[in-house]
């Protein structure tokens, strides 16, 4: 990640927020020097513990604070993430038009199951072809 775009990023989180960078630092636990630098592009935000605390400090997400996912240890905030990669290729490469599978199922059971109108892991649910309403599903 580029440096100076994390340190522009955060001066204008802090000015946001109405902060000074002694205010910040004392509530990120920093000190005013290092958040000086930060800014200016002088020293890295690099560790997860300050991108943690000054995000905290500001009431920010950590991606507002430097531009991109940056997954904490949190299984709160990071296990959401884990599912992007499989959901990328889902998208790139199916259409309505022209599923990727053979076994698609009709967009109207999608609908249901989407909308909780049934259960996709009920035992015995088939579809008019004989496919289980949840088979390929995690």
Known sequence: MDEITIGARLRTLRRWRGKSQVELAGL???????L???????RPLDRRSHIAALANALKVSETDLVGGPHLTPDPLQ??????????RVVLQTNTLSTPAVQKARPL???VQVVTGQIDPHAPGL???RGWPVAAGCP
């Not at 990120?28 to 290092?34: E, I, M, N, Y």
């Not at 000086?36 to 002088?42: A, D, H, K």
């Open 28 to 34: 990120a636990g920093l000190s005013p020097s290092f």
């Open 36 to 42: 000086s630098m930060v800014e200016t592009g002088q």
């Open 78 to 87: 990071s296990d959401p993430h884990m599912g992007i990669p499989a959901l």
């Open 108 to 110: 109207p059971q999608l």
């Open 126 to 128: 088939q579809l008019r």
